[in-house]
């Protein structure tokens, strides 16, 4: 049996519907972007409050809508960054913080399997808000964090 390069590997796996990041995409230094659509009045949001929308506490936007929080996968590159930064929690505590949330009746974010359907989500749910690498962000909304955007020095996912 004659053993599959990257390439082969990858397009089998998409044709099989398993999505994949690439870990070429967010590059040592580069920062990550907290995104809401382009439309959003939103600007601009403390720590606490980030940390509140993505451990799933109800918490409204700018434009008075509930936000709706999408993680990308655990595997994607930037989402441990996230965690810790954001979250204060490892990958393993995350898993095991949203196992016990679960048990509590309570969902968790959902998540993206990819950097264009996280993308995509972020710009046509209302009230959508993401991460993503800076360089992935497109046209949506980066917004500034504690008054830092991701382009700052002190930016928290730096």
């Known amino acids: 049996m004659q053993a599959l390069n990257r390439r082969e590997l990858l397009t089998a796996l998409g044709a099989c ?3 994949t990041l690439s870990p070429r995409v967010l590059a040592a230094g580069e920062p990550i972007a907290v995104v809401v659509s382009s439309g959003s009045r939103q600007r601009h949001l403390s720590l606490d409050k980030l940390r509140r929308i993505f451990l799933a506490l109800p918490t409204d936007d ?3 809508r509930r936000f709706v929080p ?26 095991r913080y949203w196992i016990d949330q679960r ?7 959902r998540v993206a399997s990819s950097y264009e359907i996280c993308r ?17 962000a497109g046209s949506l909304r980066a917004l500034a964090i504690d008054g830092r955007t991701p382009n700052d020095a002190g930016y928290i996912l730096r």
């Open 62 to 64: 700018d434009d008075g």
């Open 17 to 19: 519907g398993v999505a």
């Open 120 to 136: 995509g989500a972020v710009q046509e749910l209302p009230g959508a808000i993401s991460y993503l690498p800076l360089s992935q």
């Open 70 to 95: 999408i993680n990308l996968a655990p595997s994607a590159n930037g989402r441990a960054r996230f965690d810790q930064a954001v979250l204060k929690l490892r990958p393993e505590e995350a898993a």
């Open 103 to 109: 048990l509590r009746g309570s969902k968790p974010p």
